[in-house]
């Protein structure tokens, strides 16, 4: 849970910039009202951010209505990879507009035409088939039935179980938080559903037994037979925290799947349209899961997200039996093709890989400097997980990294609250169209308000 934000005006240093204006408290005096009305008409699940009403926002520039600009580190969540408001999105949804179609629920159009061919074309054999859907967790869902389905049918009724890893995220919705590895998140859910297996994720440095055995001992342990398991979903990097597994733990996993004819899936909600330095997260550990999950950053925008997957399983369903009202919808499919559009034209892949070496040099160098409140930085590309944690210990801090977010918000650099395990995450995102110079001014940034933090 995040802590509830403070509505509490801070007289800041002002801040001007070529990219940062700060310019009044924070919160702005005049939001404070607004913001307690939000909170007096939403349930408190909405709260926890740092409490800035964004009034518009471009490539890597977040500005209120109040005169203040932030660089952008938090890509809103991992969303805007082509950048916040780009020329492509925004010509191609009024051309949609002003063409005249806003929705045509499952017949056809020709921006979902558009939309699952230019996927298709993107992705490796044997992944084929693209089903069109609106959120991340909806596609992790939807992956989960997939598999279900798949393991009966190849393994009758015995072949039911998901094996998810701890810590992972995949959603909130029911499915969505019975994969999830979060205790915390599955309270409400009050019973063991079975059918569900967590294993220990080999990030290597709280988890270090990364050797691929720990897997099948984990399953033994449990009393789980690998004939029974119908599927493995695994996030591509762990959100949470940043973390890749190691590529031989993953390549292993990969010849698991196949000889026990159980689904491989990466969640690449996160991972996926260059935000780890490749065009796919799974890139880097030379697989090919059979359903990919994607969401976020395939639109830079607005909300869809898509599974796609190896044709015999796709095609598990007959018509009419797995649709959504809004799969495939034309603003959606518009937004979505003129975000990959850019991450291509101005290939912001490389950018990331580039800008990416910088931003993990730098918090490594950071990180030496305050072993004290830094554990570890994680991730790739402009993706970076930096744990805050107790001195000397792995144990996460979750109020250093609070303060750490608050002031570098109240200093003209975005985050969003931290996340991860006991909340010691910060989680570090620029969109890839951030440039270098940015890049490195909300880096020391960071550093200032950590050493601020620090001391307090
Ligand atoms: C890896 C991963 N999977 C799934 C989801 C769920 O996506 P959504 O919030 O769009 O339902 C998220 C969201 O943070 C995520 O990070």
Known sequence: MHSETSLISRNVPFVSTSFRTIQTPIPVPASIPLLKEMASCEPRSMGGQPPIIW????????WDAYGNRWIDFSSGVLVTNAGHSAEEIIRSLRDQIDHGLLHSYCFPNQARIDLVRKLNSLVPPPLEKV???TTGAESTECALKLAKTCGRKV????????????????????GA?????????????????PGFVQVPFPDGWRNTDTDFSAFERSLAQQGISPETVCGVITETFQGGMGCFAPKAYMQALRKWCDTHNALLILDEVQAGFGRTGTF?????????PDIICLGKGISSSLPLSAVIGRKDVMDLYGPG????????????????????????????????????????????????RHTDVIGAVMGKGLVAGVMFTRAGTKDPNPS?????????????VMLFAPVGPGGGTIKINPPLCISEEALREGLEVFEEALTEAEKK
């Open 55 to 62: 009034d518009h926002a471009k490539d890597f520039s977040v």
């Open 131 to 133: 089903f069109l859907l």
């Open 155 to 174: 393994g009758g009724d015995r072949k039911i179980v998901m094996v998810s890893f701890r810590n992972a995220f995949h959603g909130r919705t029911f």
């Open 177 to 193: 938080q019975l994969m999830g590895g979060t205790p915390a998140l599955k309270e409400w859910i009050g019973e063991q559903i």
């Open 280 to 288: 796919w997260g799974f890139e880097h550990y030379e697989i090919v």
């Open 321 to 368: 039996e797995m649709t959504s009202t809004h799969s495939g919808n034309p603003l959606c499919c518009r937004a979505a093709l003129a975000s990959i559009e850019r991450i291509e034209k101005e290939n912001l892949v490389r950018q990331s890989a580039l800008l990416g070496a910088i931003l993990h040099e730098t918090l490594n160098t950071i990180q030496k």
């Open 400 to 412: 250093t990294a609070s303060q750490v977010v608050q002031r570098c918000v109240e200093k003209g």
